[in-house]
């Protein structure tokens, strides 16, 4: 388990390629909504909790496992009997980003971002950042695989019936300290940082999509695109 699994609950409470991939459905009990999230071609299920307020399950490559991981992705399927607040997906992914960067982040390339809008007619937000680590940061994590870098990218979809929460998340070890206590990212390390930055882009923008069976306006159609 992962910071990445973040609860939506508890947030709640505080306020392969384009062309292989295999297509998962996420079912909200009582409901007509789904979520359909496209994982790469190669990826296993490697963790899924559920209980009466939530479903979460993580992915992983199937070289990988949970002790050491590189990529991850997890959807989160909250079960709530009431709509969320509006801009909720939004606001969740500016509380996530926050909470990660208190609780781990030292220093970063370039801004959060966070852009909401529809998503197959439900109002969503797509966020991603990236940092490096705090020394002890390791540590202070139990039971939380942190590395000196991390990557996150998702989406937050606000449903009538169920909240989504779909990221992925890639993270290295790969960098070096000088004497003053800067990162120094070797060229090897930027081309990984460049193409899981692409990755997970591509897939908060195309790699899941919510929808509902009794509604012609929100079509269940496979994602366009998966995560990479």
């Known amino acids: 388990m992962t910071l990445r699994t973040l609860s939506l609950a508890a947030i709640f409470i505080l306020a392969a390629s384009a062309s292989r991939a295999e297509t998962i459905e996420f079912e909200v009990p009582d409901s007509t909504e789904r979520l359909l999230v496209a994982i790469p071609d190669g990826w296993k299920e490697a963790h899924r909790k559920t209980d009466e307020r939530q479903t979460i399950v993580e992915y992983i490559p199937a070289e990988q496992s949970l002790k050491s991981w590189e990529d991850m992705i997890t959807v989160t399927v909250l079960?709530?009997?009431i709509p969320a607040p509006s801009g909720f997906a939004q606001n969740y992914s500016q509380i996530f980003i926050t909470t990660f960067e208190n609780s781990y982040c030292d220093r970063r390339f370039d801004p959060p971002t966070v852009i909401g809008g529809p998503r197959n007619n439900f109002p969503s937000a797509v966020y991603q950042f990236d940092c490096f680590t705090k020394p002890e940061a390791k540590a202070a994590a139990a039971g939380v695989l942190v590395r000196n870098y991390e990557m996150v990218g998702g989406i937050v979809i606000e449903g009538k019936h169920g909240l989504f929460h779909v990221q992925r998340a890639w993270h290295s070890d790969e960098f070096k300290v000088n004497e003053r206590g800067e990162f120094l990212v070797?060229?090897?390390?930027?081309?990984?940082?460049?193409?899981?930055?692409?990755?997970?882009?591509?897939?908060?923008?195309?790699?899941?999509?919510?929808?509902?069976?009794?509604?012609?306006?929100?079509?269940?159609?496979?994602?366009?695109?998966?995560?990479?």
Do not use: N, S, Y
């Open 79 to 81: 079960r709530t009997p």
């Open 186 to 228: 070797p060229m090897h390390v930027v081309d990984k940082v460049l193409a899981a930055r692409d990755a997970i882009h591509d897939f908060g923008v195309g790699g899941t999509t919510p929808c509902d069976t009794a509604a012609a306006d929100r079509p269940c159609t496979t994602p366009p695109i998966a995560g990479q």
